[in-house]
Nanobody, 122 residues
Framework: QVQLVESGGALVQPGDSLTLTCAAS????????IAWFRQAPGREREGVSSVCLGGTAYYEASVKGRFFASRDNPRATVTLQMNSLKPDDTAVYFC????????????????WGQGTQVTVSS
């Protein structure tokens, strides 16, 4: 079983950048696809990005070109670099581990972190 811990959430202003980190409890996360999801109050959880075993990343349309995900398998971490943040990016961000590359459906991910709050407000 993989335990995931997110960190890096904060209150930032529109246009700012922020980096989230997902750290895994196992020595390596290499068998898993790692994805980022977010959930805003009153909205369904939505997929933001997934990073496959070789590092290929997929993005939801509204964050493409602004968010960049990468993984460090030996360190068992995945980061989400978020640029040009908007108020609509405000949400709790979760990382999750699964086995299917290139999907952003929550049901394809078996292990979840507790989430970290990102608030974008002036």
């Amino acid at each position: 079983q993989v335990q995931l811990v997110e960190s890096g959430g904060a209150l930032v202003q529109p246009g700012d950048s922020l980096t989230l980190t997902c750290a895994a409890s196992k020595d390596t996360i290499s068998p898993y696809v790692i994805a980022w999801f977010r959930q805003a109050p009153g909205r369904e959880r939505e997929g933001v990005s997934s990073v496959c075993l070789g590092g290929t990343a997929y993005y939801e349309a509204s964050v493409k070109g602004r968010f960049f995900a990468s993984r460090d398998n030996p360190r068992a971490t995945v980061t989400l670099q978020m640029n040009s943040l908007k108020p609509d990016d405000t949400a709790v961000y979760f990382c999750a581990a699964g086995l299917t590359c290139g999907v952003l459906n929550a049901e394809d991910y078996s292990y979840w972190g507790q989430g970290t709050q990102v608030t974008v407000s002036s």
